[in-house]
T-cell receptor, first 112, second 115 residues
Framework: DSGVTQTPKHLITATGQRVTLRCSPR?????VYWYQQSLDQGLQFLIQ???????AKGNILERFSAQQFPDLHSELNLSSLELGDSALYFC???????????FGDGTRLSIL | EDQVTQSPEALRLQEGESSSLNCSYT??????LFWYRQDPGKGPEFLFT???AGEEKEKERLKATLTKKESFLHITAPKPEDSATYLC????????????????FGKGTHLIIQP
């Protein structure tokens, strides 16, 4: 058990819809990261928050956004969903930027 | 652009048959190289971090090594429970901006250990 909790485990929705994925980091970790894993692209970094502030952006689409709340949990919002957004979305957390990132078990998003 | 290439894509070994997985990387000034293990339906599980060429880390049957261009994950006398996908990731220097703390992952080596 990594200590990182993600909900829901599975999400099925339709094109054009909006969903919110939730992540609770390990106790004491200030950094939260979001990654997308698809069969063809592998694991890709989307965005990082540190202590409530956006710290770094990766390959995140404009339709996607995230935030980190005062209690350090984070949410990833995906809107105007397309078939190609079907993937596993992972959250990870770390104590500091160059320390190991510990991953949750992901949310599997299926777009019908 | 940072790149990570893992080989082989898949590897099937007999129980007890030692082997090595390769991770080649191109990054301007490596801040850290990370190895993870991923089981089906689970998130990546952290194994090792290597920070500089020549560094080695060991854990049970696994040993990770690092050079200036590549890292190896050596598996000694593997058991069926070592079957998983092994992922390598690199972290770029802080001055590169953008996604500096985010990891760039390879596509992984799918390892199967047969009893």
């Amino acid at each position: 058990d990594s200590g990182v909790t993600q909900t829901p485990k599975h999400l099925i929705t339709a094109t054009g819809q909006r969903v919110t994925l939730r992540c609770s980091p390990r106790s004491g970790d200030l950094s939260v990261y979001w990654y997308q894993q698809s069969l063809d692209q592998g694991l890709q970094f989307l965005i990082q928050y540190y202590n409530g502030e956006e710290r770094a952006k990766g390959n995140i689409l404009e339709r996607f956004s995230a935030q980190q709340f005062p209690d350090l949990h984070s949410e990833l919002n995906l809107s105007s969903l397309e078939l190609g957004d079907s993937a596993l979305y992972f959250c990870a957390s770390s104590v500091a930027g160059n320390q190991p990132q510990h991953f949750g078990d992901g949310t599997r998003l299926s777009i019908l | 652009e940072d790149q990570v290439t893992q080989s082989p894509e898949a590897l099937r070994l007999q129980e007890g048959e030692s082997s090595s997985l390769n991770c080649s990387y191109t990054v301007s000034g490596l801040r850290g190289l990370f190895w993870y293990r991923q089981d089906p339906g689970k998130g990546p599980e952290f194994l090792f971090t290597l920070y500089s060429a020549g560094e080695e880390k060991e854990k049970e049957r696994l040993k990770a090594t690092l050079t200036k261009k590549e890292s190896f994950l050596h598996i000694t006398a593997p058991k069926p429970e070592d079957s998983a996908t092994y992922l390598c990731a690199v972290q770029a220097p802080m001055y590169s901006g953008g996604g500096a703390d985010g990891l760039t992952f390879g596509k992984g080596t799918h390892l199967i250990i047969q009893p």
